[in-house]
């Protein structure tokens, strides 16, 4: 079972806006940070302060398309969802969306799963409570990287535009691969950078225009900047496979979703 809330220490590092780091860094790295700890209390940081205008930002700047991307997800992991007594962890699971959208899916008659929604960023996780509430879910403040949940106790993992966020991409497969039961699955939903014309459009779109609609609506300098570098630092999808396998998983694949802007690596323990 899954622990009791867990609170993480608490650091006064700031998240700057963008940059690749100074340091052979293992995962994102957020302007201004210098090893993995300040990269995970800058991103920490980052979607507490967002954390009031996320929902809102989120569908105004996808233009409520991530909302498919999020049901498509979890539809395709229909055949676990719906499972008795199915054990599903949402990561980086924010104000909750991912988790919802599991729910959706696996409520049938008789089904039991049980979903967590597992986020470090407290206010994140404040400002899901009423959807968690609501839809049966059970809220976990931790961090990705140490998952407060036995060794093979999880028949899924997904994580939704959160991955990308963690400061060490192969700890965070591995911490993934420890908690899932053998044949156990994984679903990361991810940005992608399309090729193309299209790809030309809407990167003009996503690092020179939702930063600052983003920036202006929040209120918050910083993460919308931060959103299209972390996109281009995350490996590209046949790297990301690369690594998955690496990290002990099979059966990997990438669906590209709406001409590739996001897309869901999927794999299997
Ligand atoms: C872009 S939001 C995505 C939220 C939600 N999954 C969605 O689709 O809207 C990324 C989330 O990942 C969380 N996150 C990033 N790194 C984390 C870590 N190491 N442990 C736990 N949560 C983390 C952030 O706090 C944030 O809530």
């Not at 622990?3 to 006064?12: A, I, K, N, V």
Request: net charge positive; hydrophobic share 40%; glycine share 10%.
């Amino acid at each position: 079972m899954p622990e009791p809330l867990q609170q993480q220490p608490r650091s006064t590092e700031a998240a700057g806006p963008i940059g690749n780091g100074g340091y052979g860094s293992p995962g994102t790295t957020p302007s201004g940070t210098n090893d993995e700890h300040s990269a995970a209390r800058a991103v920490e940081r980052m979607f507490d302060d967002i954390a009031p205008r996320y929902d809102f930002l989120n569908h105004t700047l996808s233009m409520n398309v991530d909302r498919l991307w999020w049901r498509s997800a979890a539809r395709s992991f229909r055949h676990i969802l719906q499972k008795d007594h199915a054990r599903v962890l949402d990561l980086c699971a924010g104000t909750g969306d991912m988790a919802v959208a599991l729910r959706a899916v696996s409520a049938q008659p008789g089904s039991g799963a049980a979903i967590y929604a597992l986020d470090f960023s407290h206010q994140m996780l404040q400002h899901g409570l009423e959807k968690y509430s609501r839809k049966n879910i059970q809220p976990l403040e931790a961090d990705a990287l140490q998952l407060p949940l036995r060794d093979a106790s999880m028949d899924l993992v997904v994580s939704a535009f959160g991955f990308r966020n963690l400061a060490n991409y192969e700890a965070g497969l591995h911490e993934i691969f420890r908690a899932l039961k053998p044949l156990g699955e994984v679903g990361i939903l991810e940005f992608s950078e399309p090729g193309g014309l299209l790809g030309k459009l809407y990167g003009f779109y996503f690092r020179k225009v939702l930063p600052r609609i983003g920036t202006i609506i929040s209120g918050v300098r910083g993460p919308y900047e931060y959103l299209p570098a972390s996109v281009h630092k995350f490996p590209a999808p046949p790297q990301m496979l690369n690594r998955m396998e690496a990290a002990g998983f099979k059966d990997v694949s990438w669906t590209p979703y709406t001409f590739g802007i996001a897309g869901l690596f999927r794999g299997r323990k």
